[in-house]
């Protein structure tokens, strides 16, 4: 592999798809259900465009205005990339991200909940949505906690009708991610939702063995962000 960043991503990419595949193969699943969003956040243009390049086109980003500096470029090259914010959302960037992504992972609060779905109705666009669970319930995490989860998925739906796809965690970093991926699974199955967000670099084989849908990867592909 080359020790060019640029470059080595493309290899980084190739080691994360066999290791999805294998993990899926493991859990009795088809890696053709597991989407790979590659987390690009932080990292420069001249570093995604070679795993654009290797086939990818599925990418993460978690600020609103860094996507808008990059992603207008990207898409130009490569017209069916698609650009999914993972981070979390400002009301007064709703209208930004709804003109911009294809998902957002991020809903964690009824406001946010609502602006969004009078962006969508606004601008007649309409990004699938995951809704973020606390499943850790740590006080500094966003998300809502697992008790009101619920009622925060019906309302999100039978409100505000914005197009749910499913739900999303990130586990507590000192706690058994596997636990955390079951409850959300768990969550996820109760209200008929099908998209589990769940896994990252260090877990996201994990995440499969639990059903995630969508895992989360950045440095396992891009290397670590300094
Ligand atoms: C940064 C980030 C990731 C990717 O993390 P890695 O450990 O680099 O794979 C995934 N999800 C969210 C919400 C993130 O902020």
Redesign the pocket.
Known sequence: MSTDPKTSAAGGLDIVRTQIAKAALRAGRSANDITL?A?S?TFPVEHIRPVLEAGQRVF?E?RVQDAQQKWPTLRNDCPDAHVHL??PLQSNKAKDAVALFDAI??VDRPKIARVLAEEMDRQDRRPDVFLQINTGEEPQKAGMLPADADDFIQSCVEEHGLPVRGL?C?PPADENPALHFALLAKIAARNGLNGLSMG???D?ETAIEQGATHV???????GS?G
Do not use: L
Request: hydrophobic share 50%; aromatic share 8%; glycine share 18%.
């Open positions: 969003v987390v956040k993460g978690n993972i981070g992972h991020s999303m990130i990252m670099s260090g996201f989360r990867v950045g440095s396992a592909i891009f962000r």
